[in-house]
T-cell receptor, first 115, second 112 residues
Framework: GAGVSQSPRYKVTKRGQDVALRCDPISGHVSLYWYRQALGQGPEFLTY????????KSGLPNDRFSAERPEGSISTLTIQRTEQRDSAMYRCASSPSSGGGEKLFFGSGTQLSVL | GEDVEQSLFLSVREGDSSVINCTYTDSSSTYLYWYKQEPGAGLQLLTY?????DMKQDQRLTVLLNKKDKHLSLRIADTQTGDSAIYFCAERPSGSARQLTFGSGTQLTVLP
């Protein structure tokens, strides 16, 4: 596609349920990032991949959060046993390079609401 | 850790210049970025500047970097109503960490 695509656009779930958020990066982009953005705040880093390898997951808040990118393209961010504090906009970004100074192209995000 | 700070709100009249300011704390940052966020849309990269530059100009946008004061600014000339959005400053530190650290964003409102 022309840009980074994320689905679903909105996700409402009950506390305790698991959710899976999908990111389809720009075709051919090497790096893929996940960020979380609370209302009124800037995005905060969660994790990133180069191809299929998860290079840094230091931003994942706890072990309920995990991410994968098995074929180096589409990525899934999974949150297990969701809690109300997980409610936020989850943003995915991709970059054509794995070197420094890369441009990050963001998707429109998935708005997660945990009731 | 790194901290990026921006003022929350800015209002300007259509046709005037807008200046959005940002301060950062990590002197090792290699690149600094400006992103624009419109309602319901993703973050759009407007421009970025390498840390060895003082200024970068791109059409109506001018980025100024003062490394000594760790101050970054974005000037938008001839501001239009379509420029109304939230503007985020972000830094990328040197070294192995490749994630960007964002400020909280500045809401720019352009008045007719």
């Amino acid at each position: 596609g022309a840009g980074v695509s994320q689905s679903p656009r909105y996700k409402v779930t009950k506390r305790g349920q698991d959710v899976a958020l999908r990111c389809d990066p720009i075709s051919g982009h090497v790096s893929l990032y996940w960020y979380r953005q609370a209302l009124g705040q800037g995005p905060e880093f969660l994790t990133y991949f180069n191809y299929e390898a998860q290079q840094d997951k230091s931003g994942l808040p706890n072990d309920r959060f995990s991410a994968e990118r098995p074929e180096g393209s589409i990525s899934t961010l999974t949150i297990q046993r969701t809690e109300q504090r997980d409610s936020a906009m989850y943003r995915c970004a991709s970059s054509p390079s794995s070197g420094g100074g890369e441009k990050l192209f963001f998707g429109s995000g998935t708005q997660l609401s945990v009731l | 850790g790194e901290d990026v700070e921006q003022s929350l709100f800015l209002s300007v009249r259509e046709g005037d210049s807008s200046v959005i300011n940002c301060t950062y704390t990590d002197s090792s940052s290699t690149y600094l970025y400006w992103y624009k966020q419109e309602p319901g849309a993703g973050l759009q990269l407007l421009t970025y500047i390498f840390s060895n530059m003082d200024m970068k100009q791109d059409q109506r946008l001018t980025v100024l970097l003062n490394k000594k004061d760790k101050h970054l600014s974005l000037r938008i000339a001839d501001t239009q109503t379509g420029d109304s959005a939230i503007y985020f400053c972000a830094e990328r530190p040197s070294g192995s960490a490749r994630q960007l650290t964002f400020g909280s964003g500045t809401q720019l409102t352009v008045l007719p």
